[in-house]
């Protein structure tokens, strides 16, 4: 972790062009229905000493960028005819000129943007990299196909370790000048992962590159939840014998138990604006829901049923809070106020419903269910209306969290054997597996940007 | 001695009516929708009566509730015969937090057996299996333990003897991804604490 913050200053990040083409034309209408796919090409990203190495740097590249724009399901990857075998074999040393290729230095007007539009593309990216003293750096740019113009050109700088990262940033920006949204390819995911004997806090980039680990509590850590802002998770472990809850600083490495009740401490819920954390505590003899300061202090009451009430989520805008409870006789969706009034049934089909993650966009809510013939990930309305199920033939789906930006899902599921974590879009699409260590892989959650980094 | 056995007698009577009794108002079935409208046997009963200690008559109560008050120190300290607390191991239904017969039996066997050895604590564990997401599992393996505890109570064991945990589904006794596994891990085990 502390490296991963070491290497944030070494990534310095220049603008090649000045704003003149950031006028605010929208390429991709992503909210409207009637929205289609777009065309974009990659072109494999040039190395400017074309030793063996840069050369699968190039090609590693430009995969990265391509499974980004691929998992933000808003493009169509056009791939240029011959390409594809020459991609089968990494390393693979081909590099004669393929259609509109970027060359280092090389601007707009040398660059044959027909044969990229005879393929259908309306964009392409073309990126260069060089290596000169262990340093990377990247020039990368996007233009537009059909006017033949350059949208955005940036060039990043950084250690050789930085690769993925300075791509993910470019692959932001493409996201932000082509839909005007913020895209997430630099965010990461959290989870838990059993490897020894022991469940320890595990971090990965959102696309399931660069593990490590974040706990050493030789211990059993279950629920991470990061806070709003990014910066802080709170989990339950077993550290001192019992479930109690922890705060720990993703930056500074510190720390606190923050709830250590009698009985459970388990299922932290950060309040979407990062002031409250709901949990669930049974140290009045029943497991129920409760609120505190992200300190432990100020801990309110908010359920009060003898049957078991669990896994508090947030709603976006921090009014209600749905939660797990078998008052009805099994576990099933409940929705309430953030106070505890007002308490409303949601799920009624399916007897074993659990986990409800509430989207931080809009009025949708995640949670895993028997339901489809197996455990399923499961998406309703946050009335209950509307109820779908996600997946099928995934073993035992379980532990839905979204992105940040409410367009997909991560989840953990048993296909292939031990449960891993997997990305989908929330239409149930796009399955992809990002988790591949050993042990088993549950409880991912996906960090938010961190505050400080918006642009 | 004869006194001794006659109580136990006493015992065995009120145990077997209050099973018939809990087997009456909580069939059990996997399928669970016995528990719809359930308003939590055991652990609910926590707030009623404090039921028959040992050589009180059974009444009729939905659950044999805790006996709150420090009790029974029975047994001077003598050579207590050692007891497998492993075979004492309990079973749950799908779901369910509710004693078995054949767990009563055991929870009987552990309390004969504490009330020799008058100092020994016990902790126990509840687990459950992996359907579900664990957050729900350690809250029913929390009611799995509590339901057992309850009852030890109400065979006269002090409260301040017995402790409980929840592993949820962390600490499978059967990995396996099979029913037959499954069932095997929603239990509840008893381990000697100092």
């Not at chain 2, 664990?134 to 002090?158: D, F, P, Q, V, W």
Request: some cysteine; hydrophobic content about 35%.
């Amino acid at each position: 972790m502390k490296k991963q913050v070491l290497f944030l200053p070494a990534l310095i990040l220049l603008t090649l062009f000045l704003a003149h083409h950031l006028s605010a034309k929208v390429y991709i209408d992503i909210r409207s229905p009637s929205f289609r796919k777009f065309p974009i090409a990659i072109s494999t990203f040039q190395s400017s000493a074309p030793n063996q190495r840069n050369m699968q740097l190039g090609e590693r590249a430009s995969e990265i960028l391509k499974n980004d724009l691929d998992i933000s399901g808003f493009f169509s990857l056009v791939t240029p005819p011959g390409s594809v075998e020459k991609e089968a074999r990494p390393g693979g040393s081909d590099p004669p000129s393929k259609p509109g290729e970027d060359r280092p230095a090389t601007g707009v007007e040398s660059l044959d943007f027909q044969p990229w539009a005879n393929l259908g593309a309306e964009a392409l990216a073309t990126g260069v990299l060089s290596l000169r003293d262990g340093s990377l750096t990247l020039e990368a740019r996007l233009y537009d196909v059909v006017k033949k113009e350059l949208i955005v050109g940036k060039r990043y700088i950084g250690e050789i370790t930085d690769l993925s990262r300075m791509v993910h940033r470019f692959a932001d920006e493409i996201i932000f000048a082509l839909t005007g949204e913020q895209g997430f390819f630099q965010t990461k995911i959290i989870f838990v992962s059993q490897v020894g004997g022991f469940k320890e806090l595990y971090q990965m980039d959102f696309d399931g590159r660069n593990v490590f680990q974040v706990t050493n509590h030789k211990s059993i850590c279950l629920s991470p939840r990061v806070s709003p802002d990014g910066t802080q998770v709170a989990f339950t472990s077993y550290k001192f014998g019992n479930p109690d809850l922890f705060l720990l600083n993703l930056r500074t490495g510190e720390e606190k138990r923050i709830a250590s009740y009698p009985g459970l401490n388990i299922s932290p819920a950060w309040s979407p604006d990062g002031k409250r954390i709901a949990l669930t505590l049974s140290k009045d003899g029943n497991s129920e829901i409760y609120t505190m300061n992200p300190d432990g202090t100020g801990l309110t009451r908010v359920t009060n049923h003898p049957a078991i009430d669990v896994s508090p989520t947030w709603s976006p805008d921090g009014q209600r809070i749905a939660f797990v409870s078998s008052r009805g006789g099994n576990p099933q969706i409940y929705v309430m106020q953030a106070s505890g009034q007002n308490i409303q049934r949601l799920t009624f089909e399916g007897n074993y419903n659990t986990h409800p993650s509430w989207s931080p966009r809009g009025e949708r809510i995640a949670f895993d269910a028997t339901m489809g013939g197996g455990r399923n990930i499961c998406l309703m309305n946050s009335d209950g209306s509307d109820l779908r199920v996600l997946t099928a033939n995934m073993g035992q789906c379980e532990m839905p969290a979204w992105s940040p930006d409410g367009r997909h899902l991560i989840f953990s599921a048993t296909r292939d054997g031990e449960p891993r974590i997997f990305l989908m879009n929330a239409e149930g699409t796009r399955i992809k597996r990002l988790t591949f260590q050993r042990g088993s892989d549950t409880y991912p959650y996906w960090i938010p940007r961190l505050r400080e980094s918006s642009r | 001695m004869v006194k001794k056995s006659s109580w136990w007698l006493v015992i065995l009577v009120s145990i077997v009516a209050v099973s018939f009794l809990a087997a009456g108002c909580a069939k059990k079935s996997v399928v669970k929708e016995e528990v719809a409208g359930r308003p939590a046997p055991a652990v609910e009963a926590k707030k009623e009566e404090p039921p028959p200690p040992p050589p009180a008559p059974p009444k009729v109560e939905p659950a044999p509730a805790p006996a709150p008050a420090p009790k029974v120190e029975a047994a001077p300290p003598k050579a207590v015969e050692p007891i497998d607390l492993v075979g004492l191991r309990i079973q749950y239904a799908f779901d369910d937090y509710s004693l078995s017969s054949k767990a009563k039996e055991n929870l009987e066997k552990l309390a004969g057996w504490m009330k020799q050895a008058d100092t020994a604590k016990i902790q126990v564990e509840g687990h459950a299996c992996e359907i579900g997401t664990n957050e729900y599992n350690l809250a029913l393996g929390e009611r799995r333990a509590n339901s057992a505890k309850t009852y030890l109570e109400g065979l006269g064991i002090g409260a301040g003897r017995l402790s409980t945990i929840s592993y949820g589904e962390e600490r499978p006794l059967d990995p396996g991804h099979t029913e037959a596994a499954r069932s095997k891990n929603r239990r509840a085990e008893f381990v000697m604490i100092k």
